[in-house]
């Protein structure tokens, strides 16, 4: 794949002093290993790009200290007020100069060829509006695996296949600008799912592309919200995405039947969930009777249901959980 160099980037309109590429660094006190972020996007082969760096309101460290030190490729934004991490994305995003959006969380890293490697597929395809990437998931204890492991990726018209799989880390991703100047940013209202909710968007509008290697490093952390509360927040956003759905793709729920019955399917699987746990078995086994049909998981959970959650969920989570790569699943 030919690489691009700086002097050879394609003109967009924009002031030939605009970066090609503004990189989207969110952050909320940390300091902790946002050096090694920031340090994997200054050593990129690629040089034509700027940092937007948004600090949250409730901020206290010295990330935005940190950042400053940078210099002038890094703009630094201190938010004035507190919104969830898609809605202060979208804020971030609103600052950006370059003709491609990158996200980077300032947890995570990136490889010095990320850039140089996922431009050019914007170049050969018009129709390409998003690039993502393989992946390294790793975590405190030096346990990684490599994310299309897990996942298999697609390429070309995906949006149907996004529906029931999202093989897109975001931490890979670059965006064309025009895609989310036409589909519309991140939904604000949204704290887990934001970026699958927009790729789904992107998806139905724009082909999709990606490198078959890894181009980042994702850590992955132990979670400090609850089970309950995690069910209740993924089943809202669910919900929420379908929505969404329905006005990109009016027709979505007879051209894509199947796709939109596998969300709904999540859904009411996460409020069956949170029934069972709260002595509701009957609730529980009514909302996840339609799909008993549909898969194995979903037939096996129904037959459990009829049992205590406290005997039959919990020894099995604990189970899950030390399972020696569960945390990076």
């Given at each position: 794949?030919?690489?691009?160099r700086?002097?050879?980037q394609?003109?967009?309109g924009?002031?030939?002093?605009s970066?090609?590429v ?6 909320l ?11 994997s996007?200054f050593s ?14 409730d ?14 490729k890094?703009?630094h934004?201190?938010?004035?007020e ?12 609103t ?5 491609y ?5 300032c ?8 850039l140089e490697?996922q431009?050019?597929l ?14 390294i998931?790793?975590?405190?204890r030096g ?6 492991d897990?996942v ?6 995906v ?6 799989s ?7 991703v670059v ?6 100047d036409?589909i ?7 704290h887990?799912?934001g ?6 968007r ?7 592309d990606y ?5 980042a490093?994702?850590r992955?952390?132990s979670?400090?919200m609850t ?5 209740r ?10 929505k969404?759905?329905?006005v990109?793709?009016?027709e979505?729920?007879?051209r894509?039947?199947d796709g939109?019955k596998f ?7 996460q ?12 609730s ?6 339609q799909f008993i049909?549909?898969?194995i998981?979903?037939?096996i ?6 049992f205590?959650y ?13 399972n020696?790569?569960?945390d990076?699943d």
């Amino acid at each position: 794949m030919k690489m691009l160099r700086e002097d050879e980037q394609p003109d967009n309109g924009l002031s030939r002093t605009s970066p090609s590429v503004s990189i989207i660094v969110n952050c909320l006190n940390g300091e902790q290993y946002l050096r090694e972020a920031l340090d994997s996007i200054f050593s990129q082969t690629f040089k034509d790009w700027e940092v937007i760096f948004w600090e949250d309101k409730d901020s206290t460290d010295k990330s935005g200290e940190i950042a400053k030190s940078y210099g002038g490729k890094l703009r630094h934004f201190k938010a004035k007020e507190k919104l969830p991490l898609y809605g202060a994305r979208n804020q971030a995003i609103t600052k950006a100069k370059g003709r491609y959006i990158a996200v980077l969380d300032c947890d995570d890293i990136w490889m010095p060829t990320k850039l140089e490697e996922q431009i050019p597929l914007f170049e050969a395809d018009k129709e390409v509006g998003l690039v993502y990437s393989n992946c390294i998931l790793f975590n405190g204890r030096g346990r990684e695996k490599r994310f299309f492991d897990v996942v298999r990726p697609e390429r070309g018209r995906v949006f149907e296949k996004l529906l029931f799989s999202n093989f897109i880390n975001t931490q890979t991703v670059v965006i064309r600008r025009d895609v989310l100047d036409g589909i519309g940013l991140f939904d604000g209202r949204l704290h887990m799912s934001g970026d699958y909710d927009a790729y789904l968007r992107i998806g139905f509008k724009w082909k999709l592309d990606y490198v078959n290697k890894p181009l980042a490093r994702y850590r992955v952390h132990s979670s400090s919200m609850t089970l309950t509360d995690g069910r209740r927040l993924l089943a809202r956003e669910i919900g929420l995405t379908i929505k969404n759905l329905r006005v990109t793709v009016p027709e979505i729920d007879t051209r894509y039947a199947d796709g939109i019955k596998f969300l709904a399917r999540r859904k009411d699987i996460q409020t069956s969930l949170m029934s069972w746990e709260a002595g509701d078995r009957k609730s529980a086994r009514h909302m996840i009777r339609q799909f008993i049909f549909d898969s194995i998981y979903c037939s096996i959970l129904y037959f459990l249901m009829f049992f205590s959650y406290r005997i039959v969920f919990k020894p099995l989570h604990r189970l899950y959980q030390k399972n020696p790569v569960s945390d990076l699943d």
